[in-house]
T-cell receptor
Framework: DGGITQSPKYLFRKEGQNVTLSCEQNLNHDAMYWYRQDPGQGLRLIYY???????QKGDIAEGYSVSREKKESFPLTVTSAQKNPTAFYLC???????????FGPGTRLLVL | AQSVTQLDSQVPVFEEAPVELRCNYS??????LFWYVQYPNQGLQLLLKYLSGSTLVKGINGFEAEFNKSQTSFHLRKPSVHISDTAEYFCAVRTHSGGGADGLTFGKGTHLIIQP
């Protein structure tokens, strides 16, 4: 089955710790995206990548980092600089940058 | 820059009644429009999209939406709702940008509550 997988489903972060959220797709899509969802706020774009080895900041990139070493993978690292990381994180991909985006099941990040 | 306004944060409706979820957008250029649905603790599922052509767009689960350029609206409708339609609904827009790969701009969502 083709699709987008995100792991883990729940993730706990301690103060000062960096954590990495996984996003993998087997749809052969070129573009991938990370969004953050807070209650009542809708989704906001963190980072996006049009092709391998390239990525761009979105609206709320501070405190986050990404890499795109393989077409199918776009991991997101939440660094200790992100002071309010508790949120639901959604990964998406699309065949090209102007095409429909498809979403993974999400990862909920909680701070201990 | 574009923006999306979903006018209602919550819409309670009785089962089998019709529903309309409102979405207005602002943009200085042409846009593509989307409606997504999110069930609790899940990702987003595409309901329907408007790219070009007919302004009335039909999607999955019996939903449809009409693009109105003069009113910059893209309201979502269903003639008869079911308990299973209880979910969060998001309207989203992206521009017809020639280059650049901006992500979608989302509204804040409308929680559709179906009452038996």
């Amino acid at each position: 089955d083709g699709g987008i997988t995100q792991s883990p489903k729940y993730l706990f972060r301690k103060e000062g710790q960096n954590v990495t959220l996984s996003c993998e797709q087997n749809l052969n899509h070129d573009a991938m995206y990370w969004y953050r969802q807070d209650p009542g706020q809708g989704l906001r774009l963190i980072y996006y990548s049009q092709i391998v080895n390239d990525f761009q900041k979105g609206d709320i990139a501070e405190g986050y980092s990404v890499s795109r070493e393989k077409k199918e993978s776009f991991p997101l690292t939440v660094t200790s600089a992100q002071k309010n990381p508790t949120a639901f994180y959604l990964c998406a991909s699309s065949p090209g940058t102007q095409e429909t985006q498809y979403f993974g099941p999400g990862t909920r990040l909680l701070v201990l | 820059a574009q923006s999306v306004t979903q006018l209602d944060s919550q819409v309670p409706v009785f089962e089998e009644a019709p529903v309309e979820l409102r979405c207005n957008y602002s943009s200085s250029v042409s846009v593509y429009l989307f409606w997504y649905v999110q069930y609790p603790n899940q990702g987003l599922q595409l309901l329907l999209k408007y790219l070009s052509g007919s302004t009335l767009v039909k999607g999955i689960n019996g939903f449809e939406a009409e693009f109105n350029k003069s009113q910059t609206s893209f309201h979502l409708r269903k003639p008869s709702v079911h308990i299973s339609d209880t979910a969060e609904y998001f309207c989203a827009v992206r521009t017809h940008s020639g280059g650049g790969a901006d992500g979608l701009t989302f509204g804040k969502g409308t929680h559709l509550i179906i009452q038996p």
